[in-house]
């Protein structure tokens, strides 16, 4: 039996939990949450209502549980250096080091680190300390695309929810505007990137990484725009989907190869510019674009929703990749597998998210116990995983986020598209969710975007 520390409560950790106790181990789950999870709740054995970075009160509760090992869901803690304070403990964890975590938490260090150690994958980009060369770099980067269009991005430096990142034509209107959201980051932070804009499709390319070697998982597109047609304000991803053969409609097994070969000299590199092992998952968001593909940014854990793509495809042992990650020896293990199932995943979100999302609202999940056995297949399954929602003795009542994942797994994108659509539409009360996700008429927009811009390359 494998005592086994989680902290986080959303969905991603709902389904990180539910793999480890599907370990031929025996696993006995504790929480450390904000909010008390319906989904977590049902399958722990103890449940600490704490900020997920309150050291004091995690060192506190792990002391008394003395876990095996213990697993970070969320960026934050990691930021906060969880990981690091639970060591001086001696509880390992499956979750980086706080200063390897910078691969998130900075992105002017991933920048540096890849164009140091001479890995492909960057835009042209620029880290500013302060104004100086600032107007001319902005130049430059219209000059590369004809002297006219302003194509830039502007981000600052640190975890910002999503919400640091300002693309022009989308956020900012032109080079005064960027260079005025530049300044405004530097007086913040002191740091600022400013990059190309890279025209493509962005896909997830999530590995498990014991600090040598990088194990990659099935790859996964998200859908970060709140509304149908990748339309209206960012989220933190309204539905992902990902494909039987661990690919995506409009990549190539050379993009996979690419992103696969970067994510291992990116492990490699951490080890050498800082002498810590990166230990947990790499999530390397990556966009295909017209000749080849472009890193735009490296998360240090699971993407939400990306890990429920994922996860309940795993066939290996997860306690068994987590104690490799650990030990450093994930080679060992042999090759991580995954079924070859397609997934769609569909968030339910309250009317209003999210910039004025609708809080304290009931909502109630009809009857699906049927959905996975209808329709066309014994393939078909149809899970559920709670996020931002609170249970009361009465139900379940909106908190203000994403509240329940819906992800349909089947033989193929169609039906699991079908499936998670019945997940969704069953739930009642004021929520939206996105059709369009996982659709055959979707898909075959990104694809036909993807051929004709490497056609014209
Ligand atoms: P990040 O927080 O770095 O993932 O950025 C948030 C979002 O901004 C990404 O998912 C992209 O959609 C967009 N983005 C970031 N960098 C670029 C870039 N260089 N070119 C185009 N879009 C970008
Ligand atoms: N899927 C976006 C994220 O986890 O950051």
Redesign the pocket.
Known sequence: MKKILLIGNGAREHVIGETLKRSRHGVELFIVGKTKNPGLSAICEDYLLADVCDKNAIKDFALKVKPDFAFIGPENPIEKGIVDMLAEFEIKSASPFQTVGRLESS?SFTRDLLEKYKIPGN?KFKVFYNEDGLNNFFDQLGRAKGGQAEDF?V?ADGLKG?KG?M?SGDHLKNKEEGIAYAKECLKEGGRVVV????VGQ?FSLMSFCDGRHAEGMPVVQDH?RAYDGDRGPNTGGMGTYSDSNHSLPFLNAEDIEQAQSITQQVAEALFKETGCYFKGIMYG?F?AVKDGIRL??YNARFGDPEAMNVLPLLKTDFVEICEAVISGDLKGLGKVEFENKATVCKYVVPQGYPDNPVKGEKIEIGDINDAGRAGSGASGVLKTYFASVNQRDDGLYLSGSRAIAFVGIADNLEEAERLAETGVESVKGPVFHRKDIGTAELIQKKVKMMQDLRNKA
């Open positions: 992105k835009p991005v981000k999503g990142v693309v990059e190309e804009k890279l962005e970060k968001g966009m735009i940014e």
